[in-house]
């Protein structure tokens, strides 16, 4: 009886990976898309109007998204059994009553404003926030049920949605009301968004009954907002500095960085955080060894991201820009050096998001989470002080550097946690487990010095490339930019080449983790 007991949780474990796997592959696709058409709108729009609305207005948007359902996510797809289920369609009164709030204070303090356009947008943006914070209902439900095709399916046709309503509103109102453009596609999403999810499980919600109410998951979930409101400040404390400390022209060019350094963070680093989290909250009830192993591959994964964008990609982002976005982004030095340090910034994030993933996918206590919630706290506290410093004496690049110095003290916290827990239940030292798991997601020393020497060697060619382009003059797109610019990107992808045969022959037991870890998903 217990072998079939095995069995059939070994098989509940592997369709858990399967459906985590196909998630991240949808949300891949769905990133993609999402980045092809901020490429064509970083081409058309000034500094100035993308900084309204990719920093000022996404602030309203995420913060209204968050506060209206992160704790719900958190507390529903832990926790999943039939009699907490109501508890899902309060989240439908909460998102509404916090996009109210939002409308009123944009409108009041925008009352005396001489912007209309930023004005007329931003009630758009409230109006979004709440239609989507409506779908969370159904967002729940697929999310309990690990139907993540539904989710990625209605944000791949939303995002369709949305891209095809910026291109056709800033192609009539890019000169007089380019932020208003942003604000009906953002609202467009939010409507096909909602309909299409309602429409994919409306057959199987169930409706909401009073009397059944689980108390105890809505104090959960009250539980989880509030602890997470300190993660959400440190995630968007960047927008909240640039808001209230820089004009929206430094704004814009913080944006494009955002936009393209962040790249990595949006389109393959955060489908795998994601997805991670809801795997490691099913693994960790089983056996302790399938969670060790899935937490050192999917980490050591990420670290290998965030080493390459931050030791090749970050001497390529003048080519970057002229060849994506044109020469008024590739021929700015501000933006140029933005970029670079959102790619240094990513392998903060790959270090953070994923190690915080498994803190949020395994935590089982309100004492971890309170734990959590103060450390994050302290670290909110201490950016707050910190990028007022910075932003003054260096800009925006030095406020990306402050967000690295965040992430890493987030990320060693997260590291502390899982060392302890792991320790817990092996019934091991807590100083060798550590030791233990630093070792298993951290490329080996010799590789690591490859990538420090692979960014030493394109660092000289960078400077050989803008060298030489001043020197014969030549315009971005020319026969002699092209060349040097070949011959810029052969040394970048011959480190790279160097690299993974490196690794390749020294990380034979990762990748044999690897393909164990991927053979569990497709069995």
């Known amino acids: 009886m217990s072998v079939k007991k095995d069995a059939r949780k070994q098989e509940e474990q592997h369709d858990t990976a399967r459906k985590a796997a196909r998630g991240t592959l949808a949300t891949l696709m769905l990133r993609l898309v999402s980045f092809g058409c901020t490429q064509w709108t970083l081409r058309v729009l000034d500094p100035t109007s993308l900084g309204k609305a990719s920093i000022q207005l996404e602030l309203i948007l995420t913060t209204v998204l968050f506060l209206s359902r992160e704790g719900f996510r958190l507390a529903l797809t832990r926790n999943v059994k039939d009699a907490n289920w109501n508890v899902a369609w309060l989240s439908v009164p909460v998102a509404t009553l916090i996009s109210v709030a ?31 914070g409506w779908a969370e209902p159904a967002v729940l439900l697929v999310l309990r049920e690990l139907d993540v095709a539904v989710k990625a399916k209605a944000e791949g046709i939303a995002t369709v949605g949305k891209t095809v309503a910026t291109v056709v509103a800033l192609r009539y109102w890019q000169t007089n009301q380019p932020v208003t453009a942003f604000g009906l596609a953002q609202l467009v999403y939010a409507i096909v968004y909602f309909i299409v999810l309602y429409k994919a499980v409306w057959s199987r919600l169930n409706g909401f009954v009073w009397n059944q109410l689980d108390h105890s998951t809505c104090y959960l979930t009250m539980v989880f907002t509030i602890q997470g409101i300190f993660k959400h400040f440190l995630t968007e404390a960047d927008r909240i500095v640039l808001s209230t400390m820089s004009n929206s022209y430094d704004q814009g060019v913080y944006a494009m960085g955002s936009a393209y350094g962040g790249m990595a963070a949006r389109i393959i ?43 090749l990609a970050v001497n390529y982002t003048t080519i970057v820009l002229n060849a994506l976005a044109g ?15 959102f790619c240094v910034y990513t392998a903060f994030l790959a270090w953070n998001g994923m190690t915080e993933a498994f803190v949020y996918g395994v935590a089982s206590s309100g004492r971890d989470m309170g734990r959590l919630g103060v450390m994050h706290g302290i670290i909110g506290a201490l950016f707050a002080v910190s990028a007022p410093i910075v932003v003054g004496w260096a800009g925006t690049v030095g406020l ?34 550590l030791a ?88």
Not at 327 to 341: F, K, M
Not at 420 to 431: K, L, P, V
Not at 463 to 486: D, N
Request: glycine share 8%; net charge positive.
């Open 102 to 132: 939002a409308l009123i204070g944009h409108w009041r303090l925008t009352a005396r404003s001489d912007d209309p356009d930023y004005r007329v947008a931003g009630v758009l943006f409230c109006v979004a926030s709440c239609i989507e």
């Open 269 to 311: 680093l955060q489908p795998i955080e994601e997805n991670g989290r809801l795997l490691w909250s099913r693994l960790a009830n089983g056996p302790v060894q399938p969670l060790l192993e899935s937490y050192t591959v999917l980490i050591k994964v990420v670290m290998y991201v965030g080493f390459v964008f931050s030791c």
């Open 327 to 341: 020469r008024n982004w590739g021929d700015n030095q501000e933006a140029t050096a933005v970029l670079s340090a």
């Open 400 to 433: 990306v550097g402050a967000n690295c110095i965040a992430m890493f003290l987030r990320g060693a916290y997260s590291i502390h946690y899982a060392a302890y827990y792991f320790s817990t239940r092996q019934n091991q030292s807590y100083r060798s487990t």
């Open 436 to 523: 233990q798991l630093l070792g298993q997601i951290f490329p080996r020393r010799i590789i690591i010095l490859a990538f420090f020497g692979s960014y030493c060697l394109t660092q000289v060619s960078l400077t050989r490339f803008t060298t030489r382009i001043v020197q014969l003059e030549a315009v971005a797109g020319s026969t002699s930019w092209l060349r040097l610019a070949l011959e810029h990107v052969g040394v970048g992808m011959t480190c790279g080449v160097g690299i993974v045969s490196l690794a390749y022959v020294l990380e034979t037991d990762f990748r044999r983790k690897v393909r164990s870890f991927w053979h569990s998903k497709q069995d």
